[in-house]
């Protein structure tokens, strides 16, 4: 039971069914997660699933590593949803179950070889411990990723920190198909340990 009602599409004005059909019918193909909230607004919800569909699906970014980034954000803000979903996704993406496990846990992530996907948890463990990343791990993602690059995961992990914070708040609940496992406190954020080089 969330803080708040969440319209159902029978009670929905013209405008929130219209932004309901689109999210239903898009590559979502339901609505949970926030928008179930933000729909009491139904230009705020439009807007909100248009640019969450470009920065779920569209970056230049392969999936497994946008997954990743999601995450990373998802357990920084003690997310259960979120981290529900994106588990889910990341799984679907081909991001290993070992990484995703370890940041489930807190536990230091171990890449191996893949160092594309250690520079996207250092950006995002950066940004979200910091409010900010140093110039080598900028640098890093910019690299492989160019400007474009740097700039869509900059945007994910806001645009899910953003997410996370509404469904924590109005504390969202979780579909009866899904659980989460999240281990810690809610009402405290998570620490993120650095990856090993």
Request: hydrophobic share 40%; charged share 20%.
């Amino acid at each position: 039971m969330g803080r708040i009602s969440f319209p159902a599409p029978e009670s929905m004005s013209l405008d929130q069914r219209a932004v309901y059909d689109d999210i239903v019918t898009g590559p979502r193909g339901r609505l949970v997660g926030p928008l179930r909230a933000v729909l009491h607004n139904a230009t705020l919800a439009d807007r909100w699933q248009r640019f969450g569909q470009v920065l779920r699906f569209e970056t230049c970014l392969p999936a497994h590593l946008n997954e990743l980034a999601i995450l990373v954000t998802a357990r920084r803000w003690n997310s259960d949803l979120e981290w529900a979903i994106h588990a889910q996704d990341a799984a679907r993406a081909g991001l290993p179950d070992k990484l995703t496990e370890a940041i489930r846990t807190g536990t230091t992530p171990d890449f191996g070889e893949d160092i594309a996907a250690r520079e996207i948890y250092d950006y995002a463990r950066e940004l979200l411990m910091n409010g900010d990343v140093s110039d080598s791990t900028h640098a890093a993602v910019t690299a492989r990723w160019n400007e474009v690059g740097v700039v869509e995961l900059t945007s994910v992990i806001g645009y899910y920190s953003m997410v996370a914070m509404i469904l924590n708040s109005q504390q969202v609940p979780l579909p009866e198909d899904m659980e989460c496992s999240l281990p810690g406190q809610r009402d405290t954020l998570s620490e993120l340990p650095p990856s090993v080089a």
